[in-house]
């Protein structure tokens, strides 16, 4: 690492000397994490604007830098690396007297929902999965009920579009308390110690917000089974940040974690086992799936043709998800009408069932295909 590192600084200092001689009056940096993985050190934090300026100048003096160049740490924390943010002026030289300015770690990875608009209403069928969230309402408004026996972790599982995110958002707007949203993806990130960071980010906002839900979705993009560590790539630093969180050990109160995966069975035991509740959604019955047609068929702009029989349509469209029934059938069937300036028909289902179908049919894309 030390040899990419004095690879790297006299790349900068060499093939950027356009200035070379001016010295750089502010130069803005943020720290940027390890960008070696394996790496497992303590995601360091500059407290010390005075020390940390003496060494920067001590290291880093003559380098040339411009905005987005990575200055690697060889004496406070070493191998770490921090980005330039800004340099000023552009492409000049860190000098005796340059002002370094340190930028606090992002934390807008998540934007919180305050109270969602969906209700139970809106999650047509799932009556076992509603059942057990009426639990989750319970110790989320009266807590005291529970003492040290509350569901802190929930686990909802099932195929995709089967409304595991909008059962999440109905049960924050019941029990009237924040959801905070975040994709598994966006812990991944570019340095070690990102992801690790922004989990102790996300449950110290939940702290503040508390009452609250997280909900962390895609959850096996960094909780799978060690069998698929090549897919998965590293994350054990991601996983051993959100297990502390999970067990509780920092005491944080009045938190409920929700992870929702469309693929159970690819989870690590470890992690799964962190979670008191499994909550299963499934595909809806063609009862449930003729409510879903005409449910959303009523917010349509344009009306329904007399020739369209929604049980009938219902009855072919085994198989699919609400998302599928309301993402792929109705709204494709709305468009088509829109489109011919008339009502919905018989003949825009049929056509936009034959596409969904034939979508449905295609091989499946991704790490499994």
């Known amino acids: ?43 360091p934090e500059p407290s010390e604007l005075d020390v940390f300026e003496f060494y920067a100048r001590e290291q880093w003096n003559g380098f040339i830098v411009k905005k987005g160049d990575y200055l690697f740490d060889r004496r406070m924390f070493p191998d770490f690396a921090f980005k330039v943010m800004e340099a000023d002026p552009e492409n000049s030289e860190i000098g005796k007297n340059t002002k370094f300015i340190i ?17 139970f209403k809106d999650v047509v069928g799932q009556e076992k999965a509603k059942q057990k969230c009426k639990l989750i309402e319970q110790f989320l ?8 026996w509350m569901p802190r972790n929930i686990l909802f599982h099932g195929p995709a579009g089967t409304g595991k995110t909008l059962m999440a958002k109905a049960l924050a707007n019941t029990s009237d308390v924040p959801f905070l949203p975040v ?23 939940a702290e503040e917000m508390a009452p609250c839900i997280i909900f962390i979705d895609e959850f096996d993009a960094v909780a799978l089974n060690r069998n698929y560590q090549e897919i998965r790539g590293d994350v054990a630093e991601i996983v051993n940040a959100l297990l502390t969180e999970m067990d509780g050990i920092d005491e944080r109160e009045g938190i409920c974690t929700i992870a929702a995966t469309n693929m159970l069975h690819t989870l690590d035991t470890a992690v799964r086992s962190r979670f008191e509740e499994e909550i299963e959604f499934t595909l ?65 289902f049929e056509m936009a069932l034959a596409e969904a179908v034939g979508k449905k049919s295609e091989p499946p894309k991704g790490m499994f295909a």
């Not at 060499?14 to 050190?41: D, E, Q, R, W």
Request: no cysteine; net charge positive.
């Open 183 to 205: 994709r598994a993806t966006k812990l991944i990130g570019e340095f070690v110690g990102d992801g690790a960071r922004q989990i102790h980010q996300l449950y110290e906002k």
């Open 141 to 148: 408004t009266k807590p005291e009920k529970f003492g040290k």
């Open 284 to 348: 809806p019955t063609l009862e449930e799936r003729y409510k879903i047609l005409k449910l959303y068929s009523r917010t349509f702009p344009n009306k329904l043709g007399k020739d369209v029989n929604l049980e009938e349509i219902a009855k072919q469209t085994q198989g699919f998800s609400g998302r599928d029934l309301v993402e792929k059938l109705l709204k494709n069937a709305l468009h088509k009408a829109i489109l011919s300036d008339g009502k919905v028909t018989k003949i825009h």
């Open 1 to 43: 690492m030390r040899a990419k590192q004095r690879v790297n600084n006299k790349k900068s200092s060499k093939f950027n000397t356009g200035l070379k001689g001016i010295g750089a009056k502010t130069v803005t940096v943020k720290p940027a994490g390890y960008p070696l993985k394996g790496m497992f050190h303590e995601y």
């Open 103 to 119: 930028q606090d770690y992002d934390s807008d990875f998540f934007v919180p929902e305050i109270k969602p608009s969906v209700t």
